[in-house]
């Protein structure tokens, strides 16, 4: 496993608003009180962020019906998985989270405004890190002259969070990034996230994240 604590996330005030749900040139030009507190929100939340990842990278020792397996004898399971990681030499999973800091102050916020923002903050940085810890693995990849899958997360259509989870954390430790995990599958903190990402010579790229999304049909941010 590899774990890394030097992450810098690159953030802004329309992240902030989007994660709120909100158009944020809407915003701007009909409540421009709410941009100034996204702005306090996103000032002082980028104080509270210990983003780090943890990933792990196994060969791919077989691949049958809704079911790929790598080294060690885990399988990840599922039509999403055999959809896009079918053609993966080797797996990557991955936890992301920004640490609980900012979670605590959200908690403890009696101003109820406020405290959305700053825990948009947290949905911008933990999504902002998956990226960047996604960006790299592609690198890696195109450096060794390979290609790489979308990255699917527990709780796409075609996997769910249940056995999704279990099976990433078969191959991570979350405690290697100081995240634990309840019975019922939640992290904590609550802003962490997972992935799995598929590496290989003849990978099909298909499709966006969105399509796999539940919400694909409603939210107003999907990815064309």
Known sequence: MEVRRDWKLVLDVDDVLRNQGADP???RSRRPMLVDLAQRALDAGQELLDPASVTRSLPVTGARHRRITVDGGVNLTGPLITEHLGG????????CTIGGRLGEAVAS???????????????AAVDALCVAVCNR????AITAGLQTSLPLSPGMEGWDVDPGQREIFSII??????????????MWPLKSTTAVIGVGAGIAIKGAIC???AMRDTCRHRIA
């Open 25 to 27: 040139s809407a915003i």
């Open 88 to 95: 993966a030499e080797r797996v990557v999973a991955m936890l």
């Open 109 to 123: 916020c009696d101003d109820l405004a406020y405290a959305l923002a700053l825990d948009a903050v947290g949905s």
């Open 137 to 140: 693995v592609e690198q890696e």
């Open 173 to 186: 430790e979350p405690s290697a990034v100081n995240v634990t995990v309840s019975p019922g599958l939640e």
């Open 211 to 213: 399509d796999y999304c």
